[in-house]
């Protein structure tokens, strides 16, 4: 079992910067690819990046260079860096796991990931 917990988010203006960090707790961190998604209101989840267990990233086309992922094995942590934010990234951010062959394979999908975290809520204002 592995338990996630994210945080930072918050409200910023449009334009401004978060970070979102996502501890994890329970099985072997570095066997695990992690992504993070997000639920704008009234919408479905969608993917936003992920970085597999040997450290390849992809991001969502909306991404536009403005998110950085990373991870950090020695603290069993992956982030979210965002940059340039706008009034459409508001949204509930989740961080989830998976280590299984379709988490990498189909690594934007919802159902390709095992464990989730609650989710922390981004607000931009415009």
């Known amino acids: 079992q592995v338990q996630l917990v994210e945080s930072g988010g918050g409200l910023v203006q449009a334009g401004g910067s978060l970070r979102l960090s996502c501890t994890t707790s329970?099985?072997?961190?570095?066997?695990?690819?992690m992504g993070w998604f997000r639920q704008p209101p009234g919408k479905e989840r969608e993917f936003v990046a992920s970085?597999?267990?040997?450290?390849?990233?992809y991001y969502a086309n909306f991404v536009e260079g403005r998110f950085t992922i990373s991870r950090d094995n020695a603290k069993n942590t992956v982030s979210l860096q965002m940059n340039s934010l706008k009034p459409e990234d508001t949204a509930v951010y989740y961080c989830?796991?998976?280590?299984?062959?379709?988490?990498?394979?189909?690594?934007?999908?919802?159902?390709?990931?095992?464990?989730w975290g609650q989710g922390t809520q981004v607000t931009v204002s415009s």
């Open positions: 329970g099985r072997t961190f570095t066997s695990y690819s």
């Open positions: 989830a796991a998976g280590a299984r062959v379709e988490t990498l394979t189909r690594f934007n999908r919802v159902d390709s990931y095992d464990y």
């Open positions: 970085m597999t267990w040997y450290t390849t990233t």
